[in-house]
């Protein structure tokens, strides 16, 4: 989860209260497999307006 809300631009990093926890050798790979074959589970285009918002609300 952390990586998908990382390419979303919502977090910094995948890093977890473990520094020892990251992502497996073709994980982040099959994360992108599995978001293209179903984009409908990754709403990007509203994460984007909302960062948008988000400045201009400040």
């Keep these: ?3 998908v809300l ?5 977090m910094d ?3 977890t209260l473990n ?7 073709g994980q982040a790979e099959e994360i992108t497999r ?3 074959a179903y ?3 990754v ?5 984007a307006r909302f960062l948008e918002n988000e400045v201009n609300v400040i």
């Design 1 to 3: 989860m952390h990586e």
């Design 6 to 10: 990382r390419r979303q631009g919502l």
């Design 13 to 15: 990093g995948i890093w």
């Design 19 to 25: 520094p020892k926890e990251t992502l497996s050798p």
């Design 34 to 36: 599995v978001i293209d």
């Design 39 to 41: 984009p409908q589970l």
């Design 43 to 47: 709403d990007d285009v509203f994460v």
